[in-house]
C-alpha cells in the first residue's frame, strides 16, 4: 500500500465527544488505506464561527475531503458544505429516540447548490471509503490501496 499519511487529506469533523465511537471508525479505515486525515470535535451549534473558519480554510490546509458526524440536529455537515467547494461527507448518527432518522433527515435534505453526500446511520467506515475514492481521483496510488481493500473486504478474492 501507498503512504499518504504524512498529508492531512481527510478532515473528520465530530459534532460531539459522544459522537467519536461512530466517527472513530472513519478514522481507522483511513488510516488502514493509507490516507493521513485529521479529527477535530466542533459543534454547528456551539461552536459556528470555529466551524466557518475550519470549512473556510480546508482546501488552503491541504484537504480534499471532509466528512462529518453528527446526530440529532445535524447541521454539521451542511454548515461546512455551505462554506467550501470540496465535497462533504455526511455521516448521521444514531443519538436519540429517533433511531437517527432525524439526523438522517437533517443531513441529507440539502438546499440546491449545497450538496452532501450522505451515508447510512453510523456509516462513518463507508464514508472513508467514499472519501478515498475521491481523493483516489487525484491520487492514483490510492486506487491500488482501495483495489487491495475491496480484495480483503471480499474475503480474498476478486
Known amino acids: 500500500m501507498v503512504d499518504l499519511v504524512s498529508s492531512v487529506l481527510v478532515g473528520i469533523v465530530v459534532g460531539s465527544k459522544s459522537d467519536l465511537p461512530v466517527m472513530e471508525k472513519a478514522k481507522e479505515t483511513l488510516d488502514e488505506l493509507r490516507i493521513g486525515s485529521e479529527v477535530k470535535v466542533m459543534s454547528a451549534h456551539r461552536n459556528p464561527d470555529e466551524v466557518s473558519a475550519y470549512a473556510g480554510n480546508a482546501e488552503q490546509n491541504g484537504l480534499e475531503v471532509v466528512i462529518c458526524g453528527a446526530g440529532m440536529a445535524a447541521h454539521l455537515a451542511g454548515a461546512i458544505a455551505a462554506r467550501t467547494e470540496l465535497p462533504v461527507i455526511g455521516v448521521p448518527i444514531k443519538s436519540s429516540d429517533l433511531g437517527g432518522m432525524d439526523a438522517l433527515l437533517?443531513?441529507?435534505?440539502?438546499?440546491?447548490?449545497?450538496?452532501?453526500?450522505?451515508?447510512?446511520?453510523?456509516?462513518?467506515?463507508?464514508?472513508?471509503?467514499l472519501a478515498a475514492q475521491i481523493v483516489a481521483n487525484k491520487h492514483p496510488e490510492i486506487k491500488e490501496n482501495l483495489k487491495g481493500y475491496r480484495i480483503k473486504l471480499a474475503g480474498g478474492t476478486k
Open 106 to 129: 437533517s443531513t441529507v435534505q440539502m438546499p440546491t447548490g449545497v450538496p452532501v453526500a450522505t451515508v447510512a446511520v453510523n456509516g462513518a467506515k463507508n464514508a472513508a471509503i
